[in-house]
């Protein structure tokens, strides 16, 4: 059965081994790019509010979508290298097992098909059989919830990471750019982010199945608040006069 498309219902595809590993990098980036939005933002907002600058704006847009990109990508490097390293050490611990124990794993892995509910013999049977196909798979998917054939890439996710924080911190850092008044480029500002995180609470939504009015009104709140207390910041400790 491996590799082969399983259909419960006509016209109904499920792809097991891709459809969680896919769904959760969709939800990574829709987060990564929340983050760029509401990091960019605030900081823009904050500086606003101690010098109205145009310049000063521009500075700290950059630096705000450079800092924050690199570090997302930088954490996402580090911990998923870490990830990846545990797994590489469990699976290569389950091949010692496999090699030197292969009655006592046979016994681990009808035990854990057992507590799912199937029965003592048929469990002993599905774990022979997946032993012969192919006990790694059989052990790293079923006792340590892993898929041997998809590790996650280091570089991959910092990439990914990169990408996504910085296709949000882009939104305000453009809108800062435009050459009007600075009451109307703060208006502007604080507007276009309402209106991404608005979609990004959308989408955010429908990926998790939660409900989509309260889903978007926290996630605009959310940035909307940000800004404020950044804006706050920046006035307390601003030039004046």
Known sequence: MSGKTALSHPGELHDTRGASS????LRAGVLGANDGIV????TIIGVAGADSNPRSLLVAGLAALAAGSF???GGEYVSVSAQRDTERAL???????LENLPDEELDELAHIYEAKGISANTSRRAAF????Y????????DELGINPDELTSPWQAAYSSFLSFVSGGIIPMLFSLIPVSFPLRVFLIVLS????????GSISARIGGAALGKAILRNVLMGLST???AWLIGMAFGIHG
């Open 71 to 73: 570090s997302m990508a």
């Open 227 to 229: 800004m404020l207390f």
């Open 129 to 132: 059989e997946a032993m012969q």
């Open 134 to 141: 192919d006990a790694l798979r059989a052990h790293a998917t």
């Open 91 to 97: 699976l290569d611990k389950e091949r010692w097992e």
């Open 39 to 42: 990091s960019v933002a605030g």
């Open 193 to 200: 982010v309402a209106i991404a995180l608005l979609i990004t």
């Open 22 to 25: 896919k769904l959760n990098w």
